[in-house]
């Protein structure tokens, strides 16, 4: 913020704070110690911003084993993040199941899973 006010930007950490949201930028570390601002991945859909907010609400962590990543999620909020989750039709994939706090997601390869659970821990570390 500092860089920006220099730069002649008349900012407060209020409107940085909402145009990073608006952006899809999640802190994420840089690999020094410090952190950075990445883009999620996630912006295949109309649907994303929602499904980001329905996500950092709702999720308490994100696990794999092999091509499955498990969402899990407040009690009883598993099935309206994983109705949003759908909405986001991504082709690595293959389908989705909800119960009351837990969400699976089986993805076409482990790498696919692999990537996802990434992309989904980075969405947390940023919220």
Same mark, same amino acid.
């Given at each position: ?32 110690? &410090?952190?950075?601002?990445? @883009? ?7 649907? +994303?911003? !929602?499904?980001?907010?329905?996500? =950092? ?9 092999q091509n499955i990543v498990c969402v ?12 949003y989750f759908d909405s986001i039709n991504?082709?690595?994939?293959? &389908?989705?199941?909800?119960? @009351? ?7 076409? +390869?482990? !790498?696919?899973?692999?990537?996802? =659970? ?10």
């Open positions: 913020m500092l860089k920006l006010c220099e730069s002649g930007y008349s900012v407060t950490q209020a409107t940085v704070s909402r145009d990073i949201n608006s952006l899809r930028l999640v802190k994420v570390p840089d690999g020094s110690g &410090g952190y950075k601002y990445s @883009e999620t991945g996630m912006r295949s859909s109309a649907n +994303t911003s !929602k499904f980001l907010a329905m996500f =950092t609400d709702n999720v308490t962590s994100v696990t794999r084993g899990k999620c407040l009690t009883g909020m598993a099935q309206a993040v994983c109705a991504r082709e690595n994939i293959v &389908g989705t199941l909800a119960g @009351e706090d837990t969400i699976f997601v089986l993805c076409k +390869t482990e !790498k696919d899973a692999e990537s996802l =659970t990434e992309e989904m821990q980075k969405m947390l570390i940023g919220a």
